[in-house]
């Protein structure tokens, strides 16, 4: 069973109490104790009124639905009941402070230095959700990667690593993408961004940096990109999905953990950094389609206009290269992919694929015995010395259910609620390509004491994707 911590900044929590319904509120007396007996001055600050689909809740009758203008905190569309040990506030720096903004990398290193040294924030916070764990898969943390939060979340993560050292530590990097704003405050976010990727990967079991706003969209996303609760919705698709085989019960099917993700996604021991791509598409179309023998590219699958095309098992090494260069519709990797940066030499050439997992969720499994494709320990280090990708494929019949709480973000969803995900991880030659973007941006605008460590190793990052394929021949040096 899962367990949370979440940190936030003073007022980031909105209208969630750390105490609810299910967990009483302790003595009042408990924890209040000092040695002062002066007088004291109570500042209260002015209450965050709970949204009206939090207030719908306790009143009888259908609950309002979320919308853009009611949703100003990520709490204002959740009706979870939180541990109160899950909430834990930071107190050093308030949501959206103009006087002290939490956007400077090194803000988030000194915070989380000067609380571990004064809480141990491990020992306070996690060891007891780990104590409860029978058999602990792994740790996932989600966290901001290009401002403060990145500096705050590399120094936890070293510490989770240096406590817990053969834990899987999967870590999911946000990218609130570039935006609109001063040139500065886009280089200090490329900047950060940078920096988180190359401190978390040293840590990670595997990094997954994500666009909170993907700069293309298929049609069939309808995405307002100043909305958190729009963009966040669109990542928790594609997160919960791609993930699902790690929480799947044991159906007869192969199951996973995310110790077997890494196996295939990081094959040569440096690779910890992993491509994020999905397609949405409605499940009665797919259903109906899969069960007709006609030609699979005919027919419209996706929630839009594209089409899915479901390939049948061919010779080995053709189907592999196949299936590990399928183009899915939404790319999540952070960074203009079609950079002008890029020479059009590389711009033309295909990735090259290392590792690739993919998790279908819907009626995918109808045809399953043809789709299966799975990796065992012989075929990968075969297929390592051929240099061909190691694939693995999960599939679910399970589809990914619109909650009350969804936005709107799908267009032509089915009236059942339902849409069928096709989900992807994996390292491939891209990765290289956006560190190397990172690179030459830390190399303008990193101070010169930290410049060179930085850039060298974004660089030997980059090189992790290279090795066994790039000849070195058309390097970005020759731009």
Avoid at 52 to 66: F, H
Avoid at 77 to 86: C, D, E, N
Avoid at 226 to 244: F, G, P, R
């Amino acid at each position: 069973m899962p367990r949370t911590v979440i940190y936030d900044l003073k007022g980031g929590f909105g209208s969630l109490k750390r105490f609810n319904e299910l967990y009483e509120l302790e003595s009042e007396a408990q924890g209040r104790g000092g040695v002062w007996t002066g007088p004291t001055v109570i500042s209260t600050a002015p209450p965050i009124h709970p949204s009206p689909y939090l207030a719908s809740l306790s009143i009888d009758g259908i609950p309002a639905r979320p919308s853009i203008s009611t949703v100003k905190y990520w709490s204002d569309f959740s009706h979870l009941f939180y541990h109160p040990r899950s909430i834990v506030q930071l107190n050093n720096y308030s949501l959206g402070s103009s006087i002290q903004p939490f956007e400077n990398y090194t803000s988030g290193d000194e915070l989380f230095d000067g609380l571990d040294k004064e809480h141990d924030l491990l020992d306070r916070d996690l060891r007891l959700w780990v104590e409860e764990c029978d058999q602990m898969q792994g740790v996932q943390v989600f966290t901001g990667c290009d401002d403060a939060w990145g500096g705050f979340a590399s120094r936890y993560v070293e510490r989770l690593r240096d406590e817990y050292g053969k834990v899987g530590i999967w870590v999911w990097g946000i990218d609130g993408g570039e935006g609109e704003g001063r040139k500065d405050k886009k280089l200090l976010k490329t900047t950060n961004a940078a920096r988180a990727l190359h401190d978390l990967s040293m840590h990670a079991s595997q990094y997954v940096p994500i666009s909170n706003i993907p700069p293309h969209l298929p049609e069939y996303v309808s995405l307002n990109r100043l909305s958190e609760w729009h963009t966040s919705a669109l990542l928790a698709t594609v997160i919960e999905s791609v993930a699902l085989p790690c929480r799947s019960r044991e159906d007869g099917r192969k199951r996973t953990t995310f110790n077997d993700f890494e196996a295939a996604l990081n094959t040569n021991g440096n690779q910890r950094i992993a491509q994020l791509t999905f397609s949405v598409l409605d499940p009665q179309l797919l259903k109906d389609k899969l069960k007709q023998d006609s030609d699979p590219s005919h027919g419209d699958l996706r929630a839009g206009n594209s089409q899915y095309s479901h390939e049948p098992v061919r010779e080995d090494s053709q189907r592999a290269r196949d299936v590990a260069e399928t183009t899915l519709d939404v790319d999540l990797l952070p960074g203009e992919m079609n950079d002008t940066r890029l020479s059009l030499k590389r711009l033309k050439k295909a990735p090259h694929v290392f590792g690739r997992v993919e998790s279908l969720r819907g009626p995918f499994a109808v045809h399953a015995v043809e789709t299966q494709y799975n990796d065992d320990d012989y075929s990968r280090k075969r297929r390592r010395l051929q240099n061909l990708p190691i694939l693995e494929r999960y599939q679910s019949s399970l589809a990914f259910e619109i909650l009350d709480t969804f936005p709107e973000i799908f267009r032509d969803v089915s009236k059942s609620g339902l849409v069928a995900i096709h989900a992807s991880l994996s390292t491939s030659s891209i990765v290289s390509t956006r560190v190397k973007g990172l690179q030459r941006v830390v190399a303008r605008t990193v101070g010169l004491g930290e410049r060179e460590a930085l850039s060298n190793g974004l660089g030997e990052i980059a090189e992790a994707y290279e090795e066994g394929w790039s000849s070195g021949s058309d390097d970005d040096s020759d731009d």
